[in-house]
């Protein structure tokens, strides 16, 4: 096997893994509990795409593909930018509460000193 054929086959088993991950952070995208879950999977899915245009334009000896790969990133930076900016004002949602009620006293709780007398 010449040192061409092994960076081919490199380039191959990467290329794999990129879709694998994509695939990954499509699942996360569409399953995310919260919305920025969400925006997070789908950057993560626009990252691995730059990627894998990059390492697509090695396998095929076509390297004007990074050319495209980095406008994409671009537009992937800058849609990220403009969907946290419409995020950024809004209120969270009354079901999304990130705080823990099992570990927080309540309010009104009594809650006992080290002494034993209550507080």
Do not use: H
């Amino acid at each position: 096997m010449n040192s061409a054929n092994l960076i081919s086959t490199c380039y191959g088993i990467s290329g794999l893994a990129i879709l694998l991950v994509m695939g990954l952070a499509l699942l996360r995208a569409i399953l995310g509990p919260t919305a920025f879950d969400r925006l997070m999977a789908v950057n993560l899915f626009g990252t691995k795409t730059v990627l894998f245009i990059a390492v697509l334009g090695f396998l095929t000896g076509r390297p004007d593909f990074l050319d495209i790969a980095l406008v994409y990133a671009l537009v992937n930076f800058l849609s990220t930018i403009a969907v946290l900016r419409f995020f950024e004002g809004r209120k969270a949602p009354a079901w999304y509460d990130t705080r823990d009620t099992d570990t927080q006293p309540a309010a009104n709780a009594v809650t006992e000193n080290p002494d034993g007398t209550a507080s």
